[in-house]
């Protein structure tokens, strides 16, 4: 993923100490034809594993994990929702997830229509961090004696725990971007 890596290098923004923008390409405005590359990357990726769903969450997840669908011949998208509504779902799995870039815990949802035990689902998300996002999607699809196909994440930071937490769940991880460090407001990838 080379043209990722560019534009992460070229575009990205250090912001805070930890935190990385890239609202040009994909956080706000978004790099489509960027995004079906990496949908393509995934694809090839998990290609031995016969996945029935993707999984993600609002708002960021979602483009990406639309475009990846598309190379997996068109397979649903389910996002968690964060809304509280009462009148979202009244028969959900629900979890707990402490947000890294809001710092505060809210809970998601997914309607238990959408995920089914036969499913074998790809978790896919735009940053992995302390990997808390990912353990809740991953609750969820457990929740629902589903199957996990792995991980997949455009942008993992290499220094926070977020992998070593989801291999421990024995659910394999493909990030399309590592960073290894920040250092003086500049990204350094492994
Ligand atoms: P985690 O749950 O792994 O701690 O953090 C992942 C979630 O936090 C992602 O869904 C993403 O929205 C957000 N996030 C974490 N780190 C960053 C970052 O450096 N930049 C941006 N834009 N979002 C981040």
Redesign the pocket.
């Known amino acids: 993923m080379d043209a990722l890596k560019k534009k992460i290098i070229n575009e990205g923004q250090v912001i805070m100490p930890?935190?990385?923008?890239?609202?040009h390409f994909?956080?706000h405005q978004i790099d489509v034809a960027l995004l079906v590359e990496m949908g393509e990357y995934f694809k090839n990726f998990f290609k031995d594993k016969t996945i029935t769903k993707i999984l993600t969450?609002e708002a960021?997840?979602i483009a990406i994990a639309s475009l990846a669908a598309l190379a997996f011949d068109n397979i649903p998208v389910v996002f968690a929702k964060k809304d509280n509504s009462k009148i979202l779902c009244d028969d959900c799995y629900l979890t707990q997830?402490?947000?890294?870039?809001k710092d505060k815990t809210y809970t998601i949802r997914v309607d238990k229509r959408f995920i089914q035990k036969e499913d074998c689902v790809l978790i896919i998300?735009?940053?992995?961090?302390?990997?808390?996002?990912?353990?809740?999607l991953i609750d969820l699809v457990r929740q629902a004696s589903a199957s996990i196909a792995g991980v997949g994440v455009v942008?993992e930071?290499g220094f926070?725990p977020?992998r070593g937490l989801i291999e421990k769940q024995q659910v394999e991880v493909c990030a399309l971007a590592t960073i290894e460090a920040f250092v003086d407001g500049k990204v350094i990838l492994k």
Do not use: R
């Not at 930890?18 to 609202?23: A, C, E, S, T, Y």
């Not at 940053?127 to 809740?136: D, I, K, S, W």
């Open positions: 930890n935190i990385l923008k890239v609202d994909i956080n969450v960021g997840g997830v402490h947000s890294f870039t998300d735009d940053f992995l961090a302390n990997g808390q996002a990912c353990l809740g942008i930071k926070q977020g």
